[in-house]
C-alpha cells in the first residue's frame, strides 16, 4: 500500500514537472489571432472576388448602413464573448443568455421601418437588391474565419461541442456579415433580419453539427 502511494505521489510530481500557469489573456490572444488571419482573407475574397458597392463613400454616412453594421457588429462581439467562456473546461451559461439581444434590438428598427411605410411598398423592404445571394455569400465569407475560429479551439478545453461549434459560426457568420456590409446593396433593417439572419442560423446549425467532430480534443 505505501508502495503504491509512494509511485503514485511520484507520478503526480512527474505530470506536474514544468508546468507554468497560463496567461489571463491567452484565449483572447488565440482568439483573437484565429479571427484576424480568417477576417483578412474574407475581407480579400470580398475586396477582389465580389467587389465593394461603389456608393460606399456615401452611404457610410446613412444611418441605415450603421444601423445594419451595428447589428452584425453586437452580434460578433457577443458571440465571441460566448465561445471564450466556451473554451473553457467549465464554462458559464449566463452570458449565453444575451445572444438574442442584437436580434430583438434590431428586429424594432424592422418594426419601425414596416410602420412607417405603406404596405404596398414592404416587399422593396424585404427583398432589396441581391436577396438571392445575401445569405449565401455570407456564408462563403464567413469559412476563413470559421476556420480561424477551429484553429483557435484546437488549443482550447471545450467540455461542451456541440455547443462551441454553433456558437462560432454564429461568430463567424455575423463577421462574415459585418464584412459583407462593405458591398451590400440594401440597408433596410427588414432585410438584414431576414436574409442575415438566415446566414446566421445556417451557420450555427452547421458549426453545431460539426462541433463534435472538429471541437474535440
Excluded at 410602420?115 to 424585404?126: F, H, I, K
Amino acid at each position: 500500500m505505501i508502495a503504491s502511494r509512494q509511485a503514485t505521489d511520484l507520478l503526480v510530481d512527474r505530470l506536474a514537472a514544468g508546468l507554468r500557469p497560463v496567461p489571463r489573456a491567452a484565449i483572447a490572444r488565440r482568439l483573437g489571432a484565429g479571427i484576424a488571419g480568417g477576417a483578412m482573407i474574407s475581407t480579400l475574397l470580398l475586396v477582389l472576388v465580389i467587389g465593394a458597392r461603389p456608393d460606399l463613400a456615401e452611404i457610410v454616412h446613412s444611418p441605415r448602413f450603421w444601423g445594419k453594421a451595428g447589428y452584425m457588429a453586437a452580434t460578433a462581439a457577443l458571440s465571441l464573448l460566448v465561445a471564450s467562456r466556451m473554451a473553457r473546461p467549465a464554462p458559464r451559461q449566463s452570458v449565453a443568455l444575451l445572444l438574442p439581444v442584437p436580434w430583438l434590438l434590431y428586429a424594432l428598427a424592422a418594426v419601425w421601418e414596416l410602420a412607417s411605410t405603406p404596405a404596398a411598398d414592404w416587399v422593396p423592404l424585404l427583398l432589396g437588391h441581391g436577396w438571392q445571394l445575401c445569405t449565401w455569400l455570407v456564408l462563403l465569407l464567413s469559412l476563413p474565419i470559421y476556420a480561424g475560429l477551429w484553429w483557435a479551439f484546437r488549443s482550447f478545453a471545450p467540455t461542451r461541442m456541440e455547443a462551441a461549434g454553433a456558437v462560432t459560426g454564429l461568430c463567424a457568420s455575423a463577421i462574415a456579415g459585418l464584412i459583407y456590409c462593405l458591398h451590400c446593396p440594401t440597408d433596410t433593417a427588414v432585410f438584414a433580419l431576414v436574409w442575415y439572419g438566415l446566414a446566421f442560423a445556417i451557420a450555427a446549425l452547421v458549426g453545431r453539427a460539426l462541433g463534435r467532430r472538429l471541437f474535440h480534443w
